[in-house]
């Protein structure tokens, strides 16, 4: 058979082709966004119902918010983390047009024995860009099984739609880190909790100090001009949280308070609605909230929030772990702490966190960052301090799950010290988040 010749001028032709295509591959996501969404946000509003078993959606109001923080290209989000995800298809339900995974507090009551015996309702939301035409909205579950179930679907018309147009409240607002175009950077939108007015100063020089450790902990220090920070002003009637095991009571903006699921230190607010409402205030990505106490404590769940106290003297430890649930979707790695959940992961599949595993597909975690002569399991022994491996007790279990360090920021109270494998999911994440 003759060998096939190009001539010159076909050459020519097909090198064209290839480099409009990926001209179009590379613009197609940020013309997805212009053509189907504005630049605005639609919140849905639901109550989340269930117990241990069982979960329902009733849906209470259409919102629109003034700003859209979220990306206008990666508007799939890809891998897909979190124990739900909200997506966006076109009317005719065939063409996935956005998706967003994300936890929330009421997935965390259902895996306590408190849920075993009652049933208990939840306010949350959800967020999308603002769609320019008829779209249907989807809200599904993952189980144990990390399978995807259907709660809740719905159509949503702009056109003719009952729309409730949130007004910012008039706070002020301040943009404290400027890096660039909210489409293209991360956006952190600090709320005040428990800060009086005469205190606004204080959560100022707060909001400051906080940010000056977020960029001087690595992989983040890499990655400043990336974020923007934005502070929204918002004053509360007394200073302080609840406390109720200690007969503590406050009237603040937030109403968070501690005790949550009984456990001492877990600081939480169930008004999100409030929480909602005040971030609107401002372009965003991920919520911080900042609550103006010294007691040790916080929270962090998956494109949630992330909360924590202003002055406990490990508040700095308090900020970049519980920002490692709130933005990256990592896993707890300690197992002998006192917690609410019971058999929270399924040893017999492989756990969507990037920082545990099962040991059932870990050739998808970090089995490619391993020294040849790592033993799996990895005995944990002092030689092996420093090493990436494969250490048993993780996710609240002494065996059947493993972390890949000894000791890292997510397993204990230690400055600066992600693992490996935290920074790579950190990176990616950001990476993903801006590209």
Aim: glycine share 6%; with cysteine.
């Amino acid at each position: 058979m003759e060998n096939m010749r190009i001539s010159g001028k076909e050459k020519s032709l097909w090198i064209f082709l290839i480099i409009l295509l990926f001209l179009y591959s590379c613009s197609s996501d940020h013309s997805d966004h212009e053509t189907r969404f504005e630049n605005k946000t639609l919140r849905m509003d639901y109550l989340h119902t269930g117990d241990k078993e069982t979960s329902s959606i009733r849906f209470l109001a259409w919102k629109e918010e003034p700003f859209w923080g979220g990306p206008r290209k990666n508007l799939i989000d890809d891998p897909l983390k979190g124990e739900f995800v909200v997506e966006v298809f076109d009317n005719s339900g065939d063409k996935l047009m956005y998706s967003k995974g994300f936890g929330t507090l009421f997935s965390e009551w259902q895996s306590t024995d408190e849920a075993l015996n009652s049933t208990e309702t939840f306010y949350e939301s959800i967020v999308i860009p603002f769609p320019k035409q008829q779209v249907l909205i989807r809200l599904s579950r993952r189980d144990k099984k990390q399978q995807f179930h259907v709660l809740f679907e719905t159509s949503f018309d702009p056109l003719s739609m009952a729309l409730e147009k949130t007004q910012p409240n008039n706070y002020p607002v301040q943009k404290v880190l400027d890096s660039g175009d909210p489409s293209t950077h991360i956006d952190l939108v600090f709320l005040p909790e428990g800060y009086t007015q005469d205190e606004m100063e204080k959560f100022r020089q707060d909001v400051e100090k906080f940010k000056n450790a977020m960029f001087s902990w690595s992989p983040y220090d890499e990655y400043k001009h990336r974020f923007n920070i934005w502070i929204v002003e918002a004053p509360s009637q007394e200073s302080g949280t609840d406390i109720p095991q200690d007969g503590i009571w406050k009237n603040t903006i937030l109403n968070s308070s501690f005790n949550t699921f009984n456990i001492e230190r877990y600081l939480t607010t169930l008004d999100y609605k409030s929480v909602r409402d005040l971030a609107s205030c401002a372009p965003y990505d991920q919520i911080f909230i900042i609550v103006n106490s010294d007691k040790y404590g916080g929270s962090g769940i998956y494109n949630f929030y992330t909360i924590f106290t202003a002055d406990n003297e490990v508040s700095e430890f308090l900020l970049m772990h519980e920002f490692g649930h709130g933005f990256v979707a990592l896993a707890d790695e300690y197992y002998s702490s006192d917690v609410a959940y019971s058999d929270f992961f399924d040893l017999t599949v492989e756990p969507y966190q990037e920082n545990i595993t099962t040991l059932i597909d870990f050739g998808k975690k970090w089995q490619d960052m391993l020294a040849p002569d790592t033993p799996v399991p990895t005995p944990d022994d002092p030689v092996y301090y420093d090493t990436v491996g494969v250490f048993e007790g993780a996710g609240y279990q002494a065996k059947g799950i493993y972390r890949p360090y000894h000791n890292c920021t997510m397993k204990s109270r230690s400055i600066n010290n992600f693992c490996p494998v935290c920074k790579r999911a950190i990176r990616r994440t950001i990476e993903g988040s801006t590209d």
